[in-house]
Nanobody, 116 residues
Framework: QVQLVESGGGLVQPGGSLKLSCAASGIIFSGYTMDWYRQAPGKQRELVASITPSGTTHYEDSLKGRSTIFRDNAANMVYLQINSLKPEDTAVYYC??????????WGKGTLVTVAS
């Protein structure tokens, strides 16, 4: 019923940019906080950015200054624009949806590989 589908990953050179997308269905999208997480090889999953239903954003240090999270409630979409990509940004990037008092939801992820 609930579906979160990420897209936009791929192979990119250091210094390049990507726009990741997450399409949501099965939820009242405008009522959910939307998050982007990532998990690099051999490391734990970490939060990178979030956006509340009202549009308030939060960025963790890893991508602060290089990324922008934004949402389109009419389209049930959340995006993560990443610039100046570094090899250490290589990870599977996951979309999640959270509403207070209920379990969260996760997508299956999209792989970003930053390499020459």
């Amino acid at each position: 019923q609930v579906q979160l589908v990420e897209s936009g990953g791929g192979l990119v050179q250091p210094g390049g940019s990507l726009k990741l997308s997450c399409a949501a269905s099965g939820i009242i999208f405008s009522g959910y906080t939307m998050d982007w997480y990532r998990q690099a090889p051999g490391k734990q999953r970490e939060l990178v950015a979030s956006i509340t239903p009202s549009g308030t954003t939060h960025y963790e240090d890893s991508l602060k200054g290089r990324s922008t999270i934004f949402r389109d409630n009419a389209a049930n979409m959340v995006y993560l624009q990443i610039n100046s990509l570094k090899p250490e940004d290589t990870a599977v990037y996951y979309c999640s949806a959270y509403r207070y008092g209920a379990p969260g939801h996760w997508g299956k992820g999209t792989l970003v590989t930053v390499a020459s």
